[in-house]
């Protein structure tokens, strides 16, 4: 018969006497004799009475139950063999089967009858967790510095895996989870992946875990888990322009003057360099300069044809154990070009010697004009001396008379 009615409540069936379970005053439980509050041998009230449980059939399942209904958090053992000590009075549960989602230990199913081979010496203890236990949150990804549209995997666990809902990634200032997932009961490890990273994702996540109560729309949440800091880069396309003489035509640089070229960059990390890249016919030129400030100016003092071609800025810089590059700026195209022809010493000394020369014939020129007019004009005495000699004015000079 007893083996009977072991099998019985093996399977889900128990016998109620008359007053069945209404006779147990409702949420009337406690654990005695622990080491506190949440743990100790489980006692119920029933008829004003406390009695305790048999450890028949005393599982996780049970216990679980006691501990919720208790505000314990979760069973972390079912115990037996009256490890807190056996106690007195009635045993008034034997061989309960619980599913561990009922409100109350009076709720499972139990077998109702003496049990002669039940004892307080087989009385039933529990050991709770007295809160939800803490998970642990570890980053699977093997890098913790991300660049902006990568995935980042987490790995949040729970020592005690029984009755879990789901499990939520939780960003700190941030109220709603970014992601959740469902779990089966009884796992207790679970992957979440935070996938397309933006800038705003950068900072500091924990994880946290929901079980359910002693009702079903009950879920109760766990404290969260330690905190795993990430950070997402994302480096701007920088930009360049250059600098030279004011005489050189735009997009040129004049032979033998300097120029400069300086990158920028609005987004700037600590340890950032600017690179420098010079494609020409024949071959590509590269040279950097670390980021000390947003703006960085490459320098050549004296603009060659090896300098010519079409140069390019990209900003550079490592972050945990990991390279960064940004994309490259637009092409800059710079000619070099030979300098205007220059008149040399020598030649304005001829010029200048030629010049005066010049001028010194034409003055000549000039004065000796002056003077011809002069003597080709007759004087007054010669006006009056003249006579006349079949029908010709002969002018004689005064010298001659």
Known sequence: ???????????????????????FDSGRIRLVDGENKCSGRVEVLRHNQWGTVCDHGWDLREADVVCLELGCGLAESALHSATFGPGSGEIWLW?????????????????????????????????????????TLTLLSPHTVFSAGESVRFSCTVLLGHHLSDFHLYKHGVSTPLVTQRVDQSQTRVELTLSDLETSHQGSY????????????????????????ITVVELLTPQHWY?????????????????????????????????????????????SLPALTPSVTFTFPSAQSSNEGYYYCLYRVQLGGRTFVSRESQPLPISI????????????????????????????????????????????????TRTCVDNTYVALSINKI
């Open 1 to 23: 018969m007893l083996k009977i009615l072991h099998i019985l409540s093996l399977l889900g069936c128990f016998l109620v006497p008359r007053d069945g379970v209404n006779a």
């Open 95 to 135: 061989h309960v089967q619980c599913s561990g989602h009922e409100a109350s230990l009076t709720r499972c199913a139990n077998v109702f009858y003496i049990d002669p081979h039940c004892t307080h010496e087989n009385d039933a203890g529990v050991k709770c967790s007295g809160t939800l236990l803490m998970p």
């Open 206 to 229: 924990s994880c946290v875990y929901r079980i359910k109560g002693s009702s079903p729309s009950q879920l109760l949440s766990s404290p969260p888990s330690n905190s795993v800091n």
């Open 243 to 287: 600098n030279t003489s004011i005489e050189a035509p735009a997009g040129s640089v004049i032979k033998g003057h300097g120029f400069n070229i300086t990158c920028s960059t609005q987004q700037q990390y600590p340890g950032g360099s600017f690179q420098l890249r010079l494609i020409r016919s024949n071959g590509t030129v590269r040279q």
């Open 337 to 384: 070009r030979d300098p205007d022809p220059v008149l040399s010493p020598m030649v304005i000394s001829w010029l200048v010697s030629g010049l005066t020369f010049v001028v010194a014939v034409v003055i000549i020129i000039i004065v000796a004009k002056v003077l011809c007019k002069k003597e080709k004009k007759p004087s007054e005495l010669e006006r009056e």
